[in-house]
T-cell receptor
Framework: AQKVTQAQTEISVVEKEDVTLDCVYE???????LFWYKQPPSGELVFLIR??????QNEISGRYSWNFQKSTSSFNFTITASQVVDSAVYFC?????????????FGQGTELSVKP | DAGITQSPRHKVTETGTPVTLRCHQT?????MYWYRQDPGHGLRLIHY???????DKGEVSDGYSVSRSKTEDFLLTLESATSSQTSVYFC????????????FGQGTRLTVV
């Protein structure tokens, strides 16, 4: 069965600190996709990144970076120099390929609080 | 922003009454999904659709039914609402093209009293 675990329920940091959100997944599929979504206090879900199982290159987008390691089934998310606006709930998700339906399995979410 | 609209955005209903939530898209995407969000559970899939009149159950489908008579509309019905169905409901859409991600609606907060 597919499963996503975000062991960190809540994280609190002070502005400008770096923070890493952990994500561990389980799947028997050889082709799959991993996602991170952000849910700010306003409640909408904002897509951050999608990574397929064949692409293990790390990715950096501004202050955000993602570390995908198939050997440990992990897809961790790091925010560098955190800001108050980064305060949100972050979800890691796993899906089957889009042409097979693309259904998402979500982790429980990590609530990040960045204090000034 | 992706063209996906949920209605209503908020609803309070009584136990035992039927409730229908609507998801409308303007992207002509093939796949549509209904998720519910509860504390400690993240989002869980209720039902999904591969196309018109083509639907299937997700992880937490008991007590829910869906219909998709048009590409753009995906309806979620609670036949007889219960307090355990108090939740935030999200609709999502995606294409079957490799390069797209799932787009989510704004969510519907449903309270069953």
């Amino acid at each position: 069965a597919q499963k996503v675990t975000q062991a960190q329920t809540e994280i609190s940091v002070v502005e400008k600190e770096d923070v890493t959100l952990d994500c561990v997944y389980e799947t028997r599929d050889t082709t799959y996709y991993l996602f991170w979504y952000k849910q700010p206090p306003s409640g909408e879900l904002v897509f951050l990144i999608r990574r397929n199982s064949f692409d293990e290159q790390n990715e950096i987008s501004g202050r955000y970076s993602w570390n995908f390691q198939k050997s440990t089934s992990s897809f961790n998310f790091t925010i560098t120099a955190s800001q108050v606006v980064d305060s949100a709930v972050y979800f890691c998700a796993l899906s089957e390929p889009p042409n097979q339906g693309g259904k998402l399995i979500f982790g429980q979410g990590t609530e990040l609080s960045v204090k000034p | 922003d992706a063209g996906i609209t949920q209605s209503p955005r908020h609803k309070v209903t009584e136990t035992g009454t039927p409730v229908t939530l609507r998801c409308h898209q303007t992207e002509n995407h093939r796949y549509m999904y209904w998720y519910r969000q509860d504390p400690g559970h993240g989002l869980r899939l209720i039902h999904y659709s591969y196309g018109v009149k083509d639907t299937d159950k997700g992880e937490v489908s008991d007590g829910y039914s869906v219909s998709r008579s048009k590409t753009e509309d995906f309806l979620l019905t609670l036949e007889s609402a219960t307090s355990s169905q108090t939740s935030v409901y999200f609709c999502a859409i995606s294409s079957n093209r490799e390069s797209t991600e799932a787009f989510f609606g704004q969510g519907t907060r449903l309270t069953v009293v």
